[in-house]
């Protein structure tokens, strides 16, 4: 079983800051695609940003020039900055590792942004 251990969501004001994060076995975080997602109730859950073990990323329109993804090979751990929250952006975001064909995610955690 692949564990994915996120931290860093909380409630913000919009226009600002808050800055997730998720660590994965280190076997795992070296071939991974990983990514960030995030469902609202009643929807489906979706793409937000994700980043290639070589470095290659691809942003939801929705976030492009607000968030930014990153990886640290050494520490495992994948990092979303999220700028300029809006209220819309409020979601349970969830980690993901894509490798081998399969899905693996974190456990979620919550984004509130108040207006």
């Known amino acids: 079983q692949v564990q994915l251990v996120e931290s860093g969501g909380g409630l913000v004001q919009a226009g600002g800051s808050l800055k997730l994060s998720c660590a994965a076995p280190?076997?795992?975080?070296?071939?991974?695609?990983m990514g960030w997602y995030r469902q609202v109730p009643g929807k489906q859950r979706e793409l937000v940003v994700g980043i290639t073990s070589g470095g290659s990323t691809n942003y939801a329109d929705s976030v492009k020039g607000r968030f930014t993804i990153s990886r640290d090979n050494a520490k495992n751990t994948v990092y979303l900055q999220m700028n300029s929250l809006k209220p819309e952006d409020t979601a349970v975001y969830y980690c993901n590792a894509q490798f081998f064909a399969k899905d693996y995610w974190g456990q979620g955690t919550q984004v509130t942004v108040s207006s």
């Open positions: 280190g076997s795992i975080f070296r071939i991974a695609r």
